[in-house]
């Protein structure tokens, strides 16, 4: 079983700035992907960003710019630099790791989250 632990959120300003953490118990190389989701407030579950195995990047249009992800293979750790930070970020963040497998649905891990508030 996968643990993804998520750190760094909090209560910003707008037009302040984040990082999220998110440390996983394996070795995300492991993982053909990473990425983080949020939830809003009466929203559903959306991608934010995810990064491949091979360090492709990928970003929801609404942060693109804004937001960046990276990884430390090192400390198996995936990040998310979020600047600019505007009140309809407020939600609660969710660390994903996903592998996928042959013939098979793909295996999502998930982490409990950490809360972003965007508020002045």
């Known amino acids: 079983q996968v643990q993804l632990v998520e750190s760094g959120g909090g209560l910003v300003q707008p037009g302040g700035s984040l990082r999220l953490s998110c440390a996983a118990s394996a070795s995300i190389l492991t993982f053909n992907s990473m990425g983080w989701y949020r939830q809003g407030p009466g929203k559903q579950r959306e991608l934010v960003a995810d990064?491949?195995?091979?360090?492709?990047?990928n970003y929801a249009d609404s942060v693109k710019g804004r937001f960046t992800i990276s990884r430390d293979v090192a400390k198996n750790t995936v990040y998310l630099q979020m600047n600019s930070l505007k009140p309809e970020d407020t939600a609660v963040y969710y660390c994903n790791c996903r592998r996928t497998r042959i013939l098979l649905p793909a295996m999502d891990y998930w982490g409990k989250g950490t809360l972003v508030t965007v508020s002045s």
């Open positions: 990064i491949t195995s091979g360090g492709s990047t």
